[in-house]
């Protein structure tokens, strides 16, 4: 079993000199892999999670992993967590908070010991059994490569090895473990298929475990190469336009880097029929995110849709602060120029068409706005959308106004009405990003 081990570690290129943190259960077989890496003398910490769920037997199996790391010189770190309490809290099955909680703990045990390996210990038979639990429950590609060998710091050294073997390897050193009598209950969808379905199918079989192992690794190899084809830019036209495999592929994989989530065969294809969809505009909500199209970009927002402006009254002769926008508004009385140039940022409005104060908010429904004098007024809805603003960005566009029209938007300058004649009182408007320390009155 060394020589597995060795290899493995040699073909993940994990360096002599890396520390291993191993998920020690005190099993047969994450006991196998700690004295297997012990043997091979590589630096090894463990952690036991302790579940709270089985009572006395819990308690021994953590005595047990204490007494063998002191033993073996291997520091040993044991973790405490009540799981019942909190799958109830969480309102979910106590297999799979143990299990969220475990991997939790993991990380934070190995960040506290810099550890850049996590070793659990999965092997050949877990690897079977995962792939059917996948097919029984429905899966695609991903499901049927099994339990990868590597994903990020997590390594499964024994993942080649059989529990046969595993068991031969500790009864030659004379090396007991300890057992966990849930293993029996065949409640327990794994339990069930390792006690009912693994012993059928090893008739058929008997090599049934390797064969898995070996389709695993073959599958594994299309789904990199399947991954590399449908890396890219999230653009509607361009996943609409891919053969449907990689564009659903490439939908789930920018989900999953959004959310942490694994995104159903059902919200992937919501995903690509918004994709082909004639609304540049259009989103759907998924869980734990929305996505939204800009036009042709696509975006996983895992913040919602933005909130509009609040309602400021500009403060005369000062500067007012939209942080929402980024930007500050200065209003100044002033006299117009014999020769006026405005400019997006520097601009004048007549004092006589003010009706009220002049306020910065977004746009509400009515708004409209003239360019220039040669064009004709439009709706800001209209404008904003032949000019191909994200309907998401369209309501934090700064509008000045007063109780009855538009004077000014942001990006656009001053509405062609509001021109103030030569000579005749105004205001003057001068928008600075607020990171400008420069914005004093000027």
Same mark, same amino acid.
Request: hydrophobic share 35%.
């Given at each position: ?8 570690? #040699?073909?993940?290129h994990? +360096?002599? @000199? !890396? ?6 259960s ?6 196998a892999?700690?004295l ?12 036991h ?7 006395a037997e ?16 291997v520091?040993f ?10 799958? #109830? !809290? ?5 297999? /799979?908070?143990? =299990?969220?909680?475990?991997? $939790?703990?993991?990380? @934070?045990?190995? !960040?506290?010991?810099?550890? +850049? ?7 050949l !038979? ?7 639990l ?5 899966t ?6 099994g339990?990868p060998?590597?994903r990020?710091?997590?390594? &499964?050294p ?7 073997d595993?068991?031969?390897y500790?009864?030659? $050193?004379?090396?007991n473990?300890? +057992? ?9 969808? =794994? ?8 012993p059928e ?8 475990? @390797?064969?898995v192992?070996r389709m ?12 590399a ?12 336009g ?8 490439r939908?789930r994989?920018a ?9 159903s065969? /059902? ?6 029929r ?13 869980p734990?995110?929305?996505?939204? $199209? ?8 895992t ?7 609040p ?14 926008a ?19 940022t ?16 977004? &746009? ?5 706005f003239?360019?220039n004098?040669?064009?004709? =007024? ?9 000019? &191909?603003?994200p309907?998401?960005? &369209?309501?934090r566009?700064?509008?000045?106004a007063?109780? +009855? ?8 300058? #001053? ?20 990171a ?7």
């Amino acid at each position: 079993m060394n020589r597995s081990v060795t290899d493995f570690l #040699a073909s993940a290129h994990i +360096s002599p @000199e !890396e520390r291993i943190l191993v998920a020690l259960s005190g099993g047969a077989d994450s006991t196998a892999l700690l004295l297997s890496l012990c043997e091979l003398r590589r630096p090894v910490y463990a952690v036991h999670v302790h579940h709270g769920i089985r009572g006395a037997e819990a308690d021994r199996d953590a005595e047990f992993c204490r007494e063998l790391c002191l033993r073996l010189g291997v520091p040993f770190q044991l973790c405490r967590v009540d799981i019942p309490a909190l799958a #109830a !809290e969480r309102g979910q099955g106590l297999e /799979e908070t143990a =299990r969220e909680e475990r991997y $939790r703990l993991l990380e @934070e045990s190995a !960040e506290a010991l810099s550890c +850049s390996r996590i070793a659990t210990a999965h092997n050949l !038979e877990d690897n079977a059994e995962t792939v059917l639990l996948h097919l029984v429950r429905g899966t695609g590609l991903s499901g049927l490569c099994g339990i990868p060998a590597v994903r990020g710091r997590l390594i &499964r050294p024994l993942l080649s090895v059989s529990r046969k073997d595993i068991e031969k390897y500790l009864s030659d $050193r004379g090396q007991n473990y300890v +057992s966990d009598s849930t293993n029996t209950d065949t409640d327990l969808s =794994r339990n069930r298929i390792r006690s009912c379905v693994m012993p059928e199918l090893l008739k058929l079989n008997p090599a049934f475990p @390797e064969a898995v192992f070996r389709m695993t690794e073959t599958l594994s190899e299309d789904a990199a190469f399947m991954d590399a084809l449908a890396d890219g830019a999230l653009s509607a036209a361009e996943i609409a336009g891919l053969p449907r495999p990689l564009a659903l592929r490439r939908l789930r994989r920018a989900y999953t880097e959004s959310t942490g989530l694994i995104l159903s065969r /059902e919200g992937t294809e919501l995903c690509l029929r918004l994709c082909k969809s004639e609304n540049p505009s259009a989103s759907i909500d998924l869980p734990g995110c929305r996505l939204r $199209r800009e036009y042709d970009r696509l975006i996983f927002d895992t913040l919602g849709t933005a909130s509009s402006l609040p309602p400021q009254q500009l403060t005369l002769e000062d500067f007012t602060d939209v942080p929402e926008a980024g930007i500050r508004i200065g209003l100044f009385s002033d006299t117009a120029p014999e020769n006026i140039h405005n400019s997006l940022t520097s601009f004048y409005v007549s004092c006589d068409r003010i009706d009220g104060h002049l306020t910065v908010r977004s &746009r509400i429904t009515g708004d409209t706005f003239q360019r220039n004098p040669r064009a004709c =007024r439009r709706s800001l809805k209209k404008i904003f959308i032949d000019d &191909r603003i994200p309907a998401t960005q &369209r309501d934090r566009i700064p509008v000045l106004a007063d109780s +009855s029209s538009v004077a000014a938007v942001h990006g656009y300058g #001053a509405d062609a009405a509001w021109q103030p004649a030569p000579g005749t009182p105004c205001f003057r408007i001068e928008i600075r990003p607020i990171a400008d320390g420069s914005a004093d009155n000027l």
